[in-house]
């Protein structure tokens, strides 16, 4: 699977939008961009995926490259309990229904009040 | 209604004791998984069963064996606990026959604490 690379933390002020960068320049045409985050003592959840085109849904937004070798999970107003691990991962599709993440150190991101 | 299920929350034992952490999901999923995240945070994947049948072993001792009674069921049993083998144990599931072919999310429960001392 192809590696990504993420900022290991982030600080952010409530309220205000947040933008998580993702490095994946060896990402393969059939790769897909998932997210997701970890709150503290909780599983991880599923955030946001996407292809080739930016993606909307009522957690976040995912912008993506036009060479799609690097993505930003935006968060459009950070709240306290968007606090967690972030993680960037390249599922390639014709794997997806393994269910294997490969997770790497994420982004820790802080947001104060 | 808790969707992944995972008993117990927290379990500390003696090293080469023998323990069990079950997990049940009430989605209607198809595919479970047992993923371990060590004490420097790192993930990784243990095993995937899909309708009760292994189809990811990812190099896991044989201490460890899990076990698929149904579909909502997937329970880790370790065989003689080691220190190495403390971690917290997350249970997970998918469904792999959906329609929405470019998902396959995964859904987490909240993890089990293993303590070996």
């Known amino acids: 699977d192809a590696k990504t690379t993420q900022p290991n933390s982030m600080e952010s002020n409530e309220e205000e939008p947040v933008h998580l960068p993702c490095n994946h320049s060896?990402?393969?045409?059939?790769?897909?961009i998932h997210w997701y985050r970890q709150l503290p003592s909780q599983g991880p959840e599923y955030v946001i995926h996407?292809?080739?085109s930016n993606v909307n849904n009522r957690m976040a937004s995912l912008a993506i490259a036009e060479d799609r070798k690097s993505s930003t999970l935006i968060l459009h107003r950070a709240t306290l309990r968007d606090a967690a691990v972030y993680y960037c991962?390249?599922?390639?599709?014709?794997?997806?229904?393994?269910?294997?993440?490969?997770f790497g150190q994420g982004t820790t991101l802080q947001v104060k009040p | 209604d808790t969707a992944v299920s995972q008993t117990p929350k927290y379990l500390v034992t003696q090293m080469g004791n023998d323990k069990s952490i079950k997990c049940e999901q009430n989605?209607?999923?198809?595919?479970m998984y047992w993923y371990k995240q060590d004490s420097k945070k790192f993930l990784k994947i243990m095993f995937s069963?899909?309708?009760?049948?292994?189809?990811i072993n990812e190099t896991v001792p044989n201490r460890f064996s899990p076990k698929s009674p149904d579909k909502a069921h997937l329970n880790l049993h370790i065989n003689s606990l080691e220190l190495g083998d403390s971690a917290v144990y997350f249970c997970?599931?998918?469904?792999?026959?959906?329609?929405?072919?470019?998902?396959?999310?995964?859904?987490f429960g909240e993890g089990s604490r293993l303590t070996v001392l």
């Open positions: 997970a599931s998918s469904q792999m026959t959906s329609g929405r072919i470019d998902t396959g999310e995964l859904f």
């Open positions: 060896t990402i393969s045409g059939t790769d897909y």
């Open positions: 996407g292809l080739t």
């Open positions: 991962i390249l599922r390639d599709r014709s794997l997806l229904f393994t269910g294997k993440l490969i």
């Open positions: 989605l209607g999923h198809d595919t």
């Open positions: 069963y899909n309708n009760k049948e292994l189809i």
